[in-house]
C-alpha cells in the first residue's frame, strides 16, 4: 500500500469484501391505531448510536478492543411471528467483531481512504463474519432441538400431574372426604397446560426463571456459555439487577424495556395494547361487513308508547337514530324536529314501520301500583277503630269528644261551632281509639261525607231536647253510603226537658232502629257536660270494633286519606292525615293529590314530634310543596321522580277538567241557548282566602246554594293563606271583594287595598260570612216594580182649548184619580196610550185629586187622541227591594 492518497483509495476500493454499504440509519414501517378500528402506516428511521471509548483511538489495538459491545436498539419494524432467539453468551471470539466495526465506517464520511486497516485486519474481519454466519446456522439448529425437548417434557409433566390428580381424587372419594371439590379444578385444568407453554425470548436477569424451563436446566446454559470463555468480541455479560421493592410479576419480567415499537407489538409481533376478545370479534366483524357490505341484523324491541311522546324520547326507545327517524317523516311529508310532540298513533305507526313491536300505556298508568295493594292474610294486624262523630250543630259533638279526651277544643272554635276537622287519639283499658270530629253546621256537608268515608263506626250526637234535626239526617245519610256501623250517642240527658224516648221513636222514621226498640244499633245516654256514662259509650265502640276485627298491614308503605290542609306561617303546607295501613316515617317521599314532598317530620294530635305513624293514627305532615284538597288520597313512592311524575300528571288532569268545564257551557245548541237566556246574570266576584282547605270548600258550598237566576256568586279565586297583594292586585282587575276567613291580610297587602280602594272582610264564622254575601247579593238585584190601582174615569166630552189643546171632561167612577200619577187610556178594553196626566182641574182649579163621583178635566202629556166614551185608569207604580 502506497503512501499517497490516490493509491491507497485504489487499493481500498479495489477491495470487494469491504464496502460502506450500512449506513447507521435503518427505516421501517409501524401500523398505528388512530380509533374506531381504522390504522395508518408510519416510516419510522432509527440510527444506531455509537459510544466512543479511549480504545477506540488507538489504530494498533486489536479488533477485540475496539469497544466493548453493546445490545442493539430494537429494531423499528415490527419483528416476524416466529419466536425470536434467546441472548446467551457468545462461543466465538469473532461474533461481534462486524458489528463493532460498522459504527467506526459509519462515522466516516463517504469515500475517505482507510488509512487505518492493513491487510492482516480486513482478513481477520471477513473470517469472523463467516465463523459469525456459521455459528448462527449452529446455534439455529440447537435451539431448534432444545425448543422440541422442552415440548416434550412439558407434555410429560403434564401428563404426570393429571394423573396425579386423578389417582388423588380417586382416594378423596374413596375415603369420603370433601377433598375431591378442592382437587377437581386442577384436575381439570392441569391438561391446558401444554397449550400456554412457549418459549420466551429474553429473561430480564438469570436470577428469574424461564417459564416452561427448570433451574437446572437455565444452570446447564449458563455452564455451557462459560465455557467456551472470553473471546473478541465477547459481549459482556450484564451485571445482576437490583432487586425490585416491589416484586415483578410474570408480565413484568418479561416485559423489558419499554420502546415505541415494544408498547406497540409484542415479541410475538401482535398487538399489545390489551384489547379484549370481544372487541377483536368486533373489530374483525365490522372489517368483514365493510368488505362485503354485509347488513347489521335488525334487533326488534318492545316500545312502550305513552299518549304523547316526543321524536327524540321514541327515537331512543327504538334504539334508533332521531335523524332516520325525521328523514321518515320528511318522506311522509311532515316536517318535525326531534323535540316535536306527537301523539300514540303516529309514533306506532312509526315505531311498526321500523320493524319495532307497541305497547300502548294511558297516562293513569304512572299511578299502579301505589294504592290499593293487596296484602296477604298473614301480614295483617289488629289495628285501633277510626269513629267519626257526626249530628246537628250545637248537639254537643265536640263537648263530647272533649270530655272523653279531657280537652277544651269547644273554646277555641269562634261561636262555639266546630268549623274544622279535628282528629284525635285516646287510649281506653289499653286501646286505643282514634276519633274524626266533623262540624254540623249545614255547609259543611262535603266535610260529614269525607269523615264518614275515613272511618270504620259512626257516632250519631243527638240531643236529648232537640231530638232529630236536618243535618241529623243528613249524618245518618252518609254513615249508610259509606256502610260503616251507627252508635247512637243520645247527649244532654242533664236537662229537665230532655226526653231521650222521643229520640229513639223519631229515629225509627229513618230506619235507625236501636236496641230498645228491638233493632241492632247500640245506643248510649250520656251528658258531655256531666261526663256520664263515657266509659259506656267507650265500651260500645270497642265492642263494635271488635266485632268488626279490624286489621291492617303496618309493615307496608304507608296509604291513607288527607282529612285536612292549612297553610302555616312558620312550617309551610301543613296536611292532617290518616294514616290507614303500613307506616309512615320522616324521610319517605309522599304524593297526596297534585302535590308531593318528603316527609319532614310528623306531629300528633297532642302536638309531639313522632318517629313513626302507624294504621289508624292521625297525624299532621310537614313538607308537602303545597296544600292537598281535604279528602284526596295519599301513598308513599320509592323516589322523587316518580312522585313528581304522578304529581304533574294529576294537575294536568285537574286543568283539563276545568278547561273542558268552561268550554263546556258553549257546546251544543241548547247550551248556547240558555247561555243567551243568562247573559243578563248580574255576578259577585269574590276573592276568598281560609286557615283550611275544608273551609273553603265549606264556603264556596254555601255561597253556591245562595245564586238565582239573576244573580250568583262568582269566586274569582280561593286558596288557603292570609291575604297577599297579589289577592288584591287580582280583586282590582275582576272588581271583586276580598273575604278572609280566620285569616289576615300582611302589611303589604293592606298598603295595596287602601290605595286600590278595596275592601277585606274578615270572618271567623261562617253564619256571619253567608248572611253578608247574600246582603251584598240582594243589593244586585234589581227593584221589584210593583203597581198600585187608584181608580177609573170615563170621558164624557172632548174640549179643544186653545193654547191648550184637548181637554177631556171626565167624571170618576171607581176610587180616585190623583195628578202625578200614571194613567192609562183604554178603548174598547184596548190600551191606546199609557203615560201622565197633564193638568187635573176641577172647574177652573188645579187639584190633586179627585175622589169617585165627582166631575173633572184631563189632559194627557204629549197624546191628544182622545175620543168621548173612552175609559181613563190611573194607577201609582211603587219600587221594592228584593231580597235573596
Request: proline share 5%.
Amino acid at each position: 500500500m502506497t503512501d499517497n492518497k490516490d493509491d491507497k483509495t485504489l487499493s481500498v476500493t479495489g477491495k470487494k469484501t469491504l464496502t460502506l454499504k450500512p449506513s447507521g440509519v435503518s427505516q421501517g414501517t409501524v401500523r398505528q391505531d388512530i380509533g374506531r378500528g381504522r390504522t395508518k402506516a408510519v416510516v419510522v428511521e432509527t440510527r444506531k448510536r455509537r459510544l466512543t471509548r479511549p480504545e477506540d483511538e488507538k489504530p494498533s489495538a486489536p479488533v477485540s478492543q475496539a469497544r466493548p459491545a453493546e445490545p442493539a436498539p430494537a429494531p423499528v419494524a415490527p419483528r416476524p411471528a416466529t419466536p425470536a432467539p434467546r441472548i446467551h453468551q457468545p462461543s466465538a471470539p469473532q461474533q461481534r467483531a462486524p458489528q463493532a466495526q460498522q459504527p467506526a465506517r459509519q462515522e466516516r464520511p463517504r469515500g475517505a481512504v482507510l488509512h487505518d486497516l492493513s491487510a492482516g485486519e480486513m482478513e481477520a474481519r471477513r473470517r469472523a463474519l463467516v465463523e459469525a454466519q456459521a455459528r448462527e446456522v449452529e446455534e439455529a439448529k440447537q435451539r431448534a432441538i432444545d425448543e422440541e425437548r422442552r415440548k416434550a417434557e412439558a407434555e410429560e409433566a403434564a401428563l404426570r400431574a393429571a394423573e396425579d390428580a386423578a389417582q388423588r381424587a380417586t382416594e378423596v372419594k374413596e375415603e369420603g372426604t370433601h377433598v375431591q371439590e378442592a382437587e377437581a379444578p386442577a384436575a381439570a385444568a392441569a391438561p391446558a397446560r401444554p397449550a400456554e407453554v412457549r418459549p420466551v425470548p429474553r429473561p430480564a436477569a438469570p436470577s428469574a426463571p424461564v417459564f416452561g424451563r427448570s433451574r437446572k436446566e437455565e444452570e446447564e446454559e449458563e455452564e455451557r456459555n462459560a465455557a467456551r470463555g472470553p473471546a473478541r468480541g465477547k459481549i459482556a455479560a450484564p451485571a445482576p439487577a437490583k432487586v425490585p421493592a416491589r416484586p415483578k410479576g410474570e408480565d413484568d419480567r418479561r416485559r423489558g424495556k419499554l420502546t415505541v415499537t415494544s408498547a406497540d407489538v409484542d415479541e410475538e409481533g401482535a398487538p399489545s395494547r390489551g384489547r379484549s376478545l370481544a372487541s377483536m370479534r368486533r373489530r374483525q366483524e365490522k372489517f368483514r361487513r365493510s368488505q362485503m357490505q354485509e347488513p347489521r341484523e335488525k334487533i326488534v324491541r318492545e316500545v312502550v308508547l305513552p299518549e304523547t311522546i316526543t321524536i327524540q324520547e321514541l327515537s331512543q326507545r327504538m334504539s334508533e337514530r332521531a335523524v332516520d327517524v325525521i328523514k321518515y317523516l320528511m318522506k311522509e311529508g311532515q316536517m318535525m324536529k326531534p323535540g316535536d310532540v306527537i301523539d300514540a298513533d303516529l309514533a306506532e305507526i312509526i315505531a311498526t314501520e321500523f320493524g319495532h313491536t307497541v305497547k300502548r300505556v294511558s297516562e293513569s298508568d304512572v299511578e299502579e301500583g301505589i294504592f290499593d295493594v293487596v296484602d296477604s292474610e298473614g301480614e295483617l294486624l289488629s289495628r285501633p277503630p277510626v269513629v267519626t262523630i257526626m249530628g246537628h250543630v250545637d248537639h254537643g259533638k265536640t263537648s263530647l269528644l272533649d270530655a272523653i279526651r279531657n280537652a277544651n277544643v269547644v273554646a277555641g272554635e269562634a261561636g262555639g261551632i266546630t268549623q274544622h276537622i279535628g282528629a284525635y287519639q285516646v287510649e281506653q283499658n289499653g286501646q286505643k281509639i282514634t276519633f274524626i270530629d266533623t262540624p254540623g253546621h249545614a255547609a259543611f256537608t262535603a266535610m260529614r261525607a269525607r269523615g264518614a268515608q275515613a272511618t270504620d263506626i259512626a257516632i250519631l250526637v243527638v240531643a236529648a231536647d232537640d231530638s232529630v234535626m236536618p243535618q241529623t239526617i243528613e249524618s245518618i245519610n252518609h254513615a249508610k253510603a259509606a256502610g260503616v256501623p251507627i252508635i247512637v250517642a243520645i247527649n244532654k240527658i242533664d236537662k229537665p226537658t230532655a226526653n231521650a224516648q222521643k229520640v229513639r221513636t223519631e229515629l225509627l222514621q229513618h230506619e235507625v232502629f236501636v236496641e230498645s226498640m228491638g233493632g241492632e244499633v247500640l245506643d248510649v245516654e250520656v251528658s258531655a257536660k256531666n261526663g256520664t256514662n263515657l266509659d259506656k259509650l267507650l265500651e260500645a265502640i270497642l265492642l263494635q270494633a271488635e266485632i268488626l276485627d279490624l286489621k291492617a298491614n303496618p309493615n307496608r308503605t304507608a296509604e291513607g286519606t288527607v282529612i285536612e290542609a292549612e297553610l302555616d306561617r312558620g312550617r309551610g303546607a301543613v296536611a292532617t292525615v290518616l294514616v290507614q295501613k303500613g307506616t309512615l316515617r320522616p324521610g319517605q317521599i309522599i304524593v297526596a293529590g297534585d302535590q308531593w314532598g318528603r316527609v319532614r317530620a310528623l306531629v300528633n294530635d297532642k302536638g309531639d314530634h313522632v318517629k313513626e305513624a302507624g294504621p289508624a293514627m292521625p297525624v299532621e305532615v310537614l313538607g308537602l310543596s303545597g296544600t292537598p284538597a281535604a279528602g284526596d288520597k295519599f301513598a308513599v313512592v320509592e323516589n322523587e321522580a316518580r312522585a313528581r311524575e304522578i304529581s304533574e300528571y294529576r294537575l294536568r288532569l285537574a286543568r283539563d277538567k276545568a278547561a273542558a268545564r268552561q268550554s263546556g257551557s258553549r257546546g251544543s245548541l241548547e247550551q248556547m241557548m240558555s247561555q243567551l237566556q243568562t247573559s243578563g246574570m248580574k255576578e259577585f266576584p269574590l276573592v276568598i282566602k281560609g286557615d283550611v282547605q275544608g273551609s273553603i270548600e265549606a264556603i264556596a258550598g254555601a255561597l253556591e246554594k245562595l245564586g238565582t237566576e239573576e244573580v250568583r256568586a262568582r269566586i274569582v279565586h280561593s286558596a288557603v293563606g292570609g291575604v297577599t297583594e297579589s289577592d288584591i292586585s287580582l280583586a282590582e282587575a275582576s272588581n271583586a271583594a276580598i273575604i278572609g276567613f280566620n285569616v289576615r291580610a300582611n302589611t303589604q297587602a293592606r298598603q295595596a287595598a287602601e290605595r286600590g280602594g278595596i275592601e277585606i272582610r274578615y270572618y271567623n264564622i261562617i253564619y256571619d260570612l253567608v248572611d253578608d254575601v247574600k246582603a251584598a247579593m240582594s243589593g244586585l238585584l234589581s227593584p221589584e216594580r210593583r203597581e198600585t190601582f187608584l181608580g177609573n174615569a170615563e170621558i164624557l166630552e172632548v174640549f179643544n182649548i186653545t193654547k191648550v189643546g184637548k181637554v177631556a171632561g171626565c167624571r170618576v167612577t171607581e176610587g180616585k184619580v190623583e195628578r202625578g200619577a200614571g194613567v192609562r187610556l183604554v178603548r174598547d178594553n184596548v190600551v191606546i196610550h199609557e203615560g201622565k196626566l197633564k193638568t187635573l182641574k176641577r172647574f177652573k182649579d188645579e187639584v190633586s185629586e179627585v175622589p169617585v163621583g165627582q166631575e173633572c178635566g184631563m189632559a194627557f202629556e204629549n197624546y191628544e187622541d182622545i175620543r168621548a166614551g173612552d175609559v181613563i185608569e190611573c194607577f201609582r207604580v211603587e219600587h221594592v227591594t228584593r231580597t235573596l
